[in-house]
């Protein structure tokens, strides 16, 4: 079972309690009409599905509602840091360096 920390209600759940909502900041285009076909297919489905750390969108589906971003490493399916939607994303050498730590 996984645990998810909300930074929002500031609780760390079982992953039941959350909702994955896909790879965190992707940019939205702003002129999607303008985009051909290709480009328009790339940005829906295209993601980089890293091996190791990677950015994610979740939601506190069963708590407080809200977006947040984490960083789960995809090899251990750990979860490096939590923090609110819309703050920049961490430095992966400092999380790594972190987790390295705590083994």
Not at 41 to 47: A, E, T, V
Not at 62 to 73: E, K, L, Q, S, Y
Request: glycine share 6%.
């Amino acid at each position: 079972m996984l645990l998810i920390h909300c930074p929002y209600c500031d609780e760390t759940l079982p992953e039941a309690e959350f909702t994955y909502a896909g790879e965190a900041h992707v940019i939205r285009p702003p002129d999607p009409s303008a985009l051909s076909d290709d480009d328009w297919q790339g940005f829906l489905f295209i993601r980089s599905n890293t091996r190791g750390p990677h950015y994610e969108r979740w939601r506190h589906f069963h708590g407080c509602g809200r977006f947040f971003n984490a960083v789960r490493d995809t090899v251990s399916d750990r979860f490096l840091t939590t923090y609110p939607a819309g703050q920049p994303r961490p430095a992966l050498e400092t999380l790594t360096a972190a987790s390295e730590d705590r083994k």
